[in-house]
Nanobody, 129 residues
Framework: QVQLVESGGGLVQAGGSLRLSCTASGLRFRDYGMGWFRQILGKEREFVSAVSWSGGDTYYTDSVKGRFTISRDNAKNTVYLQMNSLKPEDTAVYYC??????????????????????WGQGTQVFVSS
């Protein structure tokens, strides 16, 4: 059974930092591109960042470029999202997801919600102003 378990969410003041972690089990982690998405109540889930199986290719939505950094440790089956200079508009539930990567991890595969095979339960991030 595949499980993705996120952690690291919480309450932080604007300008602060958080590091989200997502640990996977039940799958061959290095076969999967990994992504982070976020969702606000009543809105669609949106892409935040993704990383290819090797860590060599990373993708970010424009609003987080320069502030967020995605990384992965294949030995620990874990993907991270370092979030700096947080803003109130970053407040959301953050979800980790796994995308079976066959060949090159294209932008479409990395950023598309429907491209992902497995999802975590989410972790809440609240940024106060």
């Amino acid at each position: 059974q595949v499980q993705l378990v996120e952690s690291g969410g919480g309450l932080v003041q604007a300008g602060g930092s958080l590091r989200l972690s997502c640990t996977a089990s039940g799958l061959r982690f290095r076969d999967y591109g990994m992504g982070w998405f976020r969702q606000i109540l009543g809105k669609e889930r949106e892409f935040v960042s993704a990383v290819s199986w090797s860590g060599g290719d990373t993708y970010y939505t424009d609003s987080v470029k320069g502030r967020f950094t995605i990384s992965r440790d294949n030995a620990k089956n874990t993907v991270y999202l370092q979030m700096n200079s947080l803003k109130p508009e970053d407040t959301a539930v953050y979800y980790c997801a796994a995308n079976l990567q066959e060949g090159y991890f294209t932008t479409a595969q990395a950023t598309g919600v429907r491209e992902y095979d497995y999802w975590g339960q989410g972790t809440q991030v609240f940024v106060s102003s």
